[in-house]
């Protein structure tokens, strides 16, 4: 078991925030400060007990985002920062600068405001990367991704831990957690993102697996060009990292402790409708404008 670092937080957090919503998002979400609002109380619930340091980038959003941020987390350390618009590559690359440069904990976190949390997710993401220490990264979501690609069949590593099974997996998308010195050693992969690496494509470049096996390439076909062309990115911006670099582990629990909210990564094993679905309609509700009464 690894011992605590001695720093002043258990989790630094990069958040960044856009304020419109992705194509076809679960539970029936029309209007993205309403989805921002249960990401975020989510994502405080999953917190529990640890102590957090927060960064949150709103991109081109307008003032209600930070009165909600601060409605929610009012006594958190947190800085907002302000863009205009800069879009999701660039935001990126700030979330690997503030994260890789911070030293507020040895932990980080970097997070999107798609994302919806089962309470204390985050505490038990801290816990296993304390206990496991060749463990470099995690994500809390079981993809859905995880059960029908080809790419994603492999033989796992795994841990039993709290009532659940943690597997390494290939890849997961741009919301994880991450030692900060593998996230250091690694940023020049992560940034491939920012030049035309696809998020598929530079896990597989930091994980090595799959980015060797040729069969993957013709099979991932079946599954659609992005597979493929993710192991050719991968090659073509990471093939340095991936014949030299350390290889890095990437965990993920079932059952799954988080989902991203679109409809075709949802993760399974959890009704969301059930669990979320009331707090969901309530919120959409409440933003919807008042009608004058009829006469």
């Given at each position: 078991m690894e011992s605590k670092a001695s720093h002043d937080f258990d989790l630094a957090v990069a958040?960044?925030?856009y304020?419109?919503?992705?194509?076809?998002?679960i539970l029936g979400?029309?209007?993205?400060?309403?989805?921002t609002q249960l990401n975020l109380e989510t994502f405080r619930e999953a917190v529990g007990d640890l102590?957090?340091?927060?960064?949150?980038l709103l991109d081109n959003c307008?003032?209600?985002y930070e009165e909600l941020?601060?409605?929610?987390f009012p006594n958190t350390a947190m800085e907002i920062i302000k863009l205009n618009g800069e879009g999701n590559w660039a935001t990126f690359a700030r979330q690997i600068d503030i994260l890789s440069q911070q030293t507020a904990s040895d932990l980080v976190y970097f997070a999107e405001d798609d994302y919806l949390y089962l309470p204390h997710s985050l505490e038990l993401g801290v816990a296993f990367l304390r206990n496991h220490s060749e463990a470099d990264s995690l994500t809390l979501a079981d993809h859905g991704d995880y059960h029908r690609r080809y790419v994603d069949r492999i033989r796992s590593l795994e841990h039993r831990e709290a009532g659940r099974r943690w597997r390494t997996v290939v890849a997961t998308a741009l919301t994880f957690m991450i030692r900060q010195?593998?996230?250091?050693e690694s940023a020049d992969v992560f940034k491939t993102y920012f030049r035309g690496n696809s998020d598929l494509g530079l896990w597989m470049a930091l994980t090595k697996l799959r980015v060797f096996n040729p069969w993957c390439c013709i099979r991932g076909f079946g599954d659609g060009k992005f597979i493929p062309g993710s192991q050719a990115l991968a090659w073509w911006h990471a093939w340095r990292y991936i014949l030299f670099g350390k290889r890095r582990t990437l965990w993920a629990p079932i059952p799954t402790l988080a989902t991203h909210m679109e409809k075709r990564s949802v993760a399974p094993g959890v009704d969301w409708e059930q669990v979320l679905g009331a707090r969901a309609r309530t919120l959409q509700e409440a933003r919807q404008p008042t009608r004058p009464p009829t006469a």
């Open positions: 958040y960044r925030i304020p419109r919503v992705s194509a076809s998002p979400f029309t209007d993205k400060l309403a989805l102590k957090i340091r927060m960064w949150v307008p003032p209600a941020l601060k409605s929610i010195q593998a996230l250091i």
